[in-house]
């Protein structure tokens, strides 16, 4: 028996563990796993090496991303969407999928600390998975200034993944 689609997505900092999340969800729901790092290194190979670059990728990927999944979603199909919702702009965004398609959501926050996620950055650096861009500690320190949880008053159905 078929369940209603949902759409999740993620907030959580960089190598907070968004993307290993996001592969146990697509499995755990027999979910469509579409992965923002995987789409942007596919189609723009040599052009996205630098943080604004992702910024000007990511924009131009998303429109077309949106119509994919409001189509994935119209089947009836659950889908994942491994692309950071870091910023109420970003979630936002998210939103726009999930009314517009009218099925339910599920907001994957994850809660962990800087060191953490300094040490997954390191060892997704060395591991170089498919998809994912060599970034520094101090690049991991530029792109937190700009992180802002989810609130209540957002209005997501939030899941909290916290080790604490």
């Not at 996001?22 to 790092?37: F, G, Q, R, T, Y």
């Not at 409001?70 to 889908?79: F, N, P, T």
């Amino acid at each position: 028996m078929k369940t209603d689609p949902v759409l999740h997505f993620f907030c959580g900092k960089m190598a907070s563990g968004k993307t290993t999340l996001s592969k146990k969800l697509a499995s755990d729901h027999n979910a469509v796993l579409i992965s923002e790092d995987i789409w942007l290194s596919k189609l723009y190979p040599k052009e996205s090496s630098t943080f604004d670059d992702y910024l000007r990728y990511s924009s131009r990927l998303k429109p077309v991303v949106l119509q994919h999944v409001q189509d994935i979603l119209a089947q009836r199909i659950s889908v994942v969407l491994d692309f950071p919702g870091n910023v109420p702009s970003q979630r936002q965004w998210f939103r726009s999928i999930f009314e517009a398609a009218k099925v339910n959501h599920m907001l994957h926050y994850i809660v962990v600390p800087d060191s953490l996620c300094k040490k997954q950055l390191r060892k997704r650096n060395a591991e170089q998975p498919e998809g994912s861009m060599i970034m520094s500690e101090a690049e991991f320190d530029y792109i937190t200034t700009y992180f802002q949880p989810p609130t209540a008053d957002e209005g997501f159905n939030i899941i909290r993944y916290d080790p604490n």
